[in-house]
């Protein structure tokens, strides 16, 4: 069983800061890539940032320069820094990683979500 838990949202103000975690456990082989989508209200999810086993990234462009992904040493962690947040940073942030199980092919794994609030 492959689980992807989730820690970090909550509200802020604009132009402050949060930094989501979200933790691969279970039976795992490897661990390709990892990510972090955002579904606000009324809207389709949308990718945010995307980072691979090479620790290569990607960002969508609404959120280059202010946030920030990365991975720990042992690869089962990613980090979303998000800086200068914005009312429109607003949404359910789920966790994506691209994972092989031990007695399985790689499958993307979602996270829960943990909502993240940008209100004064």
């Known amino acids: 069983q492959v689980q992807l838990g989730e820690s970090g949202g909550g509200l802020v103000q604009p132009g402050g800061a949060l930094r989501l975690s979200c933790a691969a456990s279970g039976s795992i082989l490897n661990i390709y890539a990892m990510g972090w989508y955002r579904q606000a209200p009324g809207k389709q999810r949308e990718l945010v940032a995307t980072i691979n086993s090479g620790g290569s990234t990607n960002y969508a462009d609404s959120v280059k320069g202010r946030f920030t992904i990365s991975r720990d040493n042992a690869k089962t962690t990613v980090y979303l820094q998000m800086d200068s947040l914005k009312p429109e940073d607003t949404a359910v942030y789920y966790c994506?990683?691209?994972?092989?199980?031990?007695?399985?092919?790689?499958?993307?794994?979602w996270g829960k979500g943990t909502l993240v609030t940008v209100s004064s």
């Open positions: 994506n990683a691209n994972i092989r199980p031990l007695t399985a092919d790689s499958i993307n794994y």
